[in-house]
């Protein structure tokens, strides 16, 4: 059994569709913010087009993460839209640094802005940047889509800030209303973005899953009649929902024909509480003598994955 995912078509037709609304807006508010002379539209359409790239890395990383696995790529790409992830957000972090830099500069240098243009054009972005956060957010558990739908969200808000910036120009005639609301649009995007940063690192050094604590997996790996002890756990990530597991199990002493039920029993317990499905399970009579492993030779192992059932033994060399 392949353990990637199915291509999903839905989500690849959402990510198109995403994209061709996108690179329409990129270039009416790009368009539309020179002529208005503002900065917060300008930086709308950087902004907007970081999402374009996002969203297009996003889509080939879905492609990818459906690929089977190979022999060179035992796990497949799951790990495609992680990467994909990582880039998106790095990508945004500088953007959210280039955009406050040049607000500074239009702060302390104003420019006039034509603020009707810039309540017209954001009307159209928040429906735009609206619809595609709407369209995506069914998909979101999935850290690459997730990364796609918080820049979305935050467009959301951002360009609906914009409109308010507009209407606060129009009535007061202050005109660094503008780049002030572009730091305030780079803050949202820099905050947005460190959290996918923070959760994608974790995967790609082999973190334990978000919000999945050690202790509580070696309580639930201990609770299973016949377990005497836990050691040596690793728990990983594949993808951004796709979790694994190693561990040396210390049983009694009995037949291979018993250890059966024990094993089930432990994957059981860690894909109904975990949504652990790929474990692997060495079993032993007594506990390793170092931390990084038995000194003795290595014992037959109890795999338990996806639910197939492998050969069990225990070692009695300990």
Not at 68 to 93: C, D, H, I
Not at 210 to 229: F, K, P, T, W, Y
Not at 270 to 275: G, Q, S, Y
Not at 281 to 287: A, R, S, V
Request: with cysteine; glycine share 6%.
């Amino acid at each position: 059994m392949h353990m990637v995912a199915t291509p999903d078509k839905k989500m690849q037709r959402v990510l198109q569709f995403s994209m061709g609304l996108t690179l329409a807006y990129v270039v009416a508010t790009f368009i539309f913010g020179l002529r208005a002379h503002s900065l917060a539209l300008i930086s709308e359409a950087g902004h907007n087009l970081s999402d374009l790239a996002a969203i297009a890395l996003s889509f080939v990383a879905v492609y990818f993460q459906a690929q089977p696995a190979t022999e060179r790529k035992t796990f497949g790409y799951q790990r495609a839209g992680v990467l994909a992830a990582f880039v998106n957000s790095a990508t945004l972090v500088v953007l959210s640094i280039w955009i406050a830099v040049e607000a500074l500069h239009r702060i302390a240098s104003p420019v006039l802005v034509q603020p009707k243009v810039m309540m017209y054009v954001a009307a159209a972005g928040v429906l735009m940047n609206g619809t595609v956060a709407t369209l995506l957010w069914r998909f979101s558990r999935d850290v690459n889509i997730r990364s796609v739908y918080l820049h979305m969200l935050g467009d959301t808000l951002s360009t609906a800030a914009v409109i308010v910036g507009g209407a606060a120009i129009l009535l007061t005639g202050i005109h660094w209303i503008d780049p002030v609301l572009s730091i305030l649009i780079a803050g949202m995007i820099l905050w947005s973005s460190i959290g996918i940063i923070r959760e994608t690192l974790n995967i790609l050094l082999e973190g334990a899953p978000r919000n999945m604590q050690l202790s509580a997996v070696r309580e639930a790996m201990q609770s299973i009649d016949g377990v005497l002890d836990v050691h040596d756990l690793h728990i990983w990530s594949l993808g951004s929902h796709s979790h694994a597991l190693a561990s040396h199990v210390t049983i009694a002493e009995m037949p291979m024909s018993e250890c059966s039920s024990i094993l089930d029993g432990i994957n059981c317990a860690l894909r109904d509480r975990f949504h652990i499905t790929h474990t692997t399970i060495q079993f032993e009579t007594t506990g390793c003598e170092t931390t990084h492993g038995c000194s003795a030779p290595p014992p037959l192992e109890a795999v338990g994955a996806h639910g197939h059932h492998h050969d069990h033994g225990h070692d009695h060399a300990h």
